[in-house]
C-alpha cells in the first residue's frame, strides 16, 4: 500500500510524522542511538456533535490507517529494525474518546503490527479527547513481549492545529531499542526472544 493509500471514507486534513533520537540521558553516550518515531493523520469525525451507537464505519476500514501509518513510521526510521511499538489518538472535543478507540481496534492493530514487521505483543494505546495543540503521550512497548521492562517507554506528540472539534488525531508510535540507560531489570528482550524461539511442547498424548 502506498504511504498515502487509505480507505477513501476517512477524509484526511493532514499527515504529520516526527522523529526523536536519543543519545544519552546524563549517564554514558550510546555507541547507537536510540530512534522513537510518530506518524499520524488528521481525519474528518463523521460522528462530531452527535450519539450515534455503531461506530462500525469508522472500524471496518481501519485496516488501511493501520498499514499507511505503520509504513510512515518504519521509513521514519530509516530502515532501523522496529523493537517497540505503540499507538493512540485525541478525539476533538466535538467527539468522543471512544471514535478515536473505534479508529485502533484490533482491526487497526493487526495491520500496523504487520506493517513494522510483526510482533507478539498487544500494542500498548492511549486515547482522549482534547483541544488542539493538546499532548498526547503514546506508550511504547517491546513489540514481542509486553513484561519486558526495557523497553517501557513513550513519545509525545502535539499538534497546534489538530484536532480541530470536529476531527480526530490518530498516531502510531515506533522504537529501535529499549530506553537509553535501562538498569531495572526484569525479563530482558534477549531472554524473550531465546524463548520465543524455543520449539512449542505439545501436551498432547496419541492414542
Given at each position: 500500500m502506498a504511504l498515502n493509500e487509505i480507505d477513501p471514507s476517512y477524509r484526511v486534513r493532514e499527515w504529520?510524522?516526527?522523529?526523536?533520537?536519543?543519545?544519552?540521558?546524563?549517564?554514558?553516550?550510546?555507541?547507537?542511538?536510540?530512534?522513537?518515531?510518530?506518524?499520524?493523520?488528521?481525519?474528518?469525525?463523521?460522528?462530531?456533535g452527535r450519539w450515534v451507537q455503531d461506530l462500525a464505519p469508522l472500524i471496518q476500514p481501519s485496516a488501511s490507517l493501520g498499514a499507511a501509518l505503520g509504513a510512515r513510521a518504519v521509513a521514519l526510521l530509516g530502515g532501523r529494525?522496529?523493537?517497540?511499538?505503540?499507538?493512540?489518538?485525541?478525539?476533538?472535543?466535538?467527539g468522543e474518546q471512544e471514535h478515536v478507540g473505534a479508529c485502533?481496534?484490533?482491526?487497526?492493530?493487526?495491520?500496523?503490527r504487520a506493517a513494522v514487521g510483526g510482533g507478539m505483543a498487544w500494542i500498548s494505546s492511549a486515547t482522549k479527547t482534547a483541544a488542539a495543540g493538546t499532548a498526547l503521550d503514546i506508550p511504547l512497548a517491546f513489540k514481542d513481549e509486553i513484561y519486558v521492562r526495557s523497553h517501557y517507554d513513550a513519545i509525545t506528540v502535539s499538534i497546534p492545529d489538530a484536532p480541530r472539534p470536529d476531527e480526530l488525531m490518530i498516531c502510531v508510535a515506533v522504537a529501535t531499542a529499549g530506553r537509553i540507560h535501562h538498569r531495572v531489570g526484569g525479563l530482558t528482550r534477549e531472554e524473550t526472544l531465546a524463548r520465543n524461539a524455543q520449539p512449542a511442547v505439545s501436551s498432547f498424548t496419541p492414542q
Amino acid at each position: 500500500m502506498a504511504l498515502n493509500e487509505i480507505d477513501p471514507s476517512y477524509r484526511v486534513r493532514e499527515w504529520f510524522g516526527f522523529v526523536q533520537e536519543v543519545r544519552h540521558e546524563g549517564g554514558p553516550v550510546s555507541g547507537e542511538p536510540l530512534l522513537k518515531a510518530a506518524a499520524g493523520v488528521v481525519i474528518e469525525n463523521p460522528f462530531a456533535g452527535r450519539w450515534v451507537q455503531d461506530l462500525a464505519p469508522l472500524i471496518q476500514p481501519s485496516a488501511s490507517l493501520g498499514a499507511a501509518l505503520g509504513a510512515r513510521a518504519v521509513a521514519l526510521l530509516g530502515g532501523r529494525p522496529v523493537q517497540g511499538y505503540g499507538k493512540g489518538g485525541i478525539a476533538g472535543t466535538a467527539g468522543e474518546q471512544e471514535h478515536v478507540g473505534a479508529c485502533v481496534t484490533t482491526i487497526f492493530g493487526d495491520a500496523f503490527r504487520a506493517a513494522v514487521g510483526g510482533g507478539m505483543a498487544w500494542i500498548s494505546s492511549a486515547t482522549k479527547t482534547a483541544a488542539a495543540g493538546t499532548a498526547l503521550d503514546i506508550p511504547l512497548a517491546f513489540k514481542d513481549e509486553i513484561y519486558v521492562r526495557s523497553h517501557y517507554d513513550a513519545i509525545t506528540v502535539s499538534i497546534p492545529d489538530a484536532p480541530r472539534p470536529d476531527e480526530l488525531m490518530i498516531c502510531v508510535a515506533v522504537a529501535t531499542a529499549g530506553r537509553i540507560h535501562h538498569r531495572v531489570g526484569g525479563l530482558t528482550r534477549e531472554e524473550t526472544l531465546a524463548r520465543n524461539a524455543q520449539p512449542a511442547v505439545s501436551s498432547f498424548t496419541p492414542q
